[in-house]
């Protein structure tokens, strides 16, 4: 139970300094005394800073799981892990902008196929739809790599922009598509291997 509150606090304070301050400026030090923790206590529960970074967008990755099963609703759980960065939308861009860019194309990634596979899983499952598993992952990388495009322009362009417009938009746009091609991979059976040459 203290384990788990001092993460936390660990993780609301470093936030809130990436609110006012540049990620390059946040020490370790200097997270430590606002916790009113000493740096061993840190130390104790990340290794470093990149590590609490990772755990944080872990986290947000667990919560649009739980999103998604509340609601079964791609456009909304991809809204509510939209939403994450426009309530923390400072602290987003400054640690966005100080970590990888790989880093931040996996995590948008990886946002993008949780919800789709769960998306496209729960469509077979609801109208009884036989797709190959071949097919299915297919689709999934297709719309994964679609939807993270979008969030990055998004988040590149400053997130002026209305992401619930463009999600929401773009869901109306695509409607049915998913089922669709679903329906097509269930018509066309199992994909013949290629030849050997």
């Avoid at 299915?136 to 297709?142: H, Q």
């Avoid at 495009?149 to 049915?176: H, N, P, V």
Wanted: glycine share 4%; aromatic share 10%.
């Amino acid at each position: 139970m203290a384990k788990q509150y001092t993460k936390e606090l660990i993780k609301k304070e470093f936030l809130q300094m990436l609110e006012t301050a540049p990620f390059k400026e946040i020490t370790i030090g200097k997270l430590a005394d606002r916790c009113e923790i000493n740096r061993n206590t840190f130390y104790y529960h990340y290794d470093d800073i990149y590590m609490l970074v990772r755990e944080i967008l872990q986290d947000q990755l667990d919560k649009v799981d739980e999103e998604f099963k509340a609601t079964y609703s791609w456009e909304e759980s991809l809204l509510y892990a939209v939403s994450f960065i426009l309530d923390n939308k400072r602290a987003a861009q400054n640690m966005f902008k100080s970590i990888d860019k790989a880093d931040v194309d996996a995590y948008l990634h990886q946002i993008c196929r949780v919800v789709m596979r769960k998306y496209v899983d729960k469509e077979c499952a609801l109208k009884g739809i036989l797709a190959q598993e071949e097919d299915k992952a297919l689709i999934v990388s297709f719309y994964q790599a679609a939807l993270a495009g979008l969030l990055e322009e998004w988040m590149e362009e400053g997130m002026e922009a209305s992401a619930e417009a463009i999600i929401f938009r773009t869901g109306k746009l695509f409607d049915g598509n998913i089922e669709r091609s679903l329906r097509i991979s269930q018509a066309l059976g199992r994909p013949r291997p290629l030849p050997k040459n």
